[in-house]
């Protein structure tokens, strides 16, 4: 019993054209047969890194001080757009809001632009406020909702990017519907905001 196991293992491994000989008849040969002359090893798959991301994924191609470096694969010799991304958590610990960043086609007033994403359960009418270090607030309405959150988009003008390179934080606050006289304020780090900023892709529209 053992040596006709090993005998029907080795014939899987055998060459298609060495088995085709033993044959009374030979078969209509496929078309997607191996090249002739080809090898055992040649019709092996050795596998691939299951992890790596796939073309079209978004994946995380570095972090740089408290900023992700977010990119989309893609095809091999064509340039990956990339933005930076920050995930912002309340004063216990728990993940609030999201930002990510990216840099805008010169000639226009914003230099970069911002994605900030809050809670369904904000107050909308409130908006959102930024600043940074403790200086002027600026205030910027929500854009739309879905089933992940409420959006902002945010343009950034010249100055505002130069204080987040030279800022070690920027405050955010969000106002919850549920509780319109309270205030919900988020830590934004600026560490590693300008390398960050200078790897980011210009958006294309």
Do not use: H
């Amino acid at each position: 019993m053992r040596t006709s196991l090993i005998a029907l293992s080795m014939a899987c491994l055998m060459p298609i054209s060495v088995m085709a000989q033993d044959a009374d008849t030979t078969p209509e040969e496929p078309t997607d047969a191996p090249n002739v002359g080809s090898t055992i090893e040649d019709q092996l798959s050795l596998g691939e890194d299951a992890s790596a991301p796939q073309v079209g994924q978004t994946y995380t191609a570095e972090t740089i001080g408290d900023w992700e470096l977010r990119c989309i694969k893609a095809e091999e010799g064509q340039e990956e757009p990339c933005q930076m991304y920050q995930l912002m958590k309340d004063d216990e610990g728990t993940p609030v809001a999201e930002i990510s960043i990216f840099r805008l086609p010169e000639g226009g007033r914003a230099v970069a632009g911002a994605t900030i994403i809050v809670p369904l359960e904000t107050s909308l009418p409130q908006q959102l406020t930024m600043e940074v270090d403790g200086g002027q607030a600026r205030r910027y309405p929500y854009a739309f909702c879905n089933p992940i959150g409420c959006y902002s988009r945010v343009g950034l003008v010249a100055d505002e990017v130069a204080q987040f390179r030279r800022g070690a934080n920027a405050k955010l606050t969000i106002v919850p519907a549920l509780a319109p006289d309270q205030q919900v304020e988020l830590n934004m780090s600026l560490s590693g905001f300008t390398a960050a900023f200078d790897k980011t892709s210009v958006a294309q529209f």
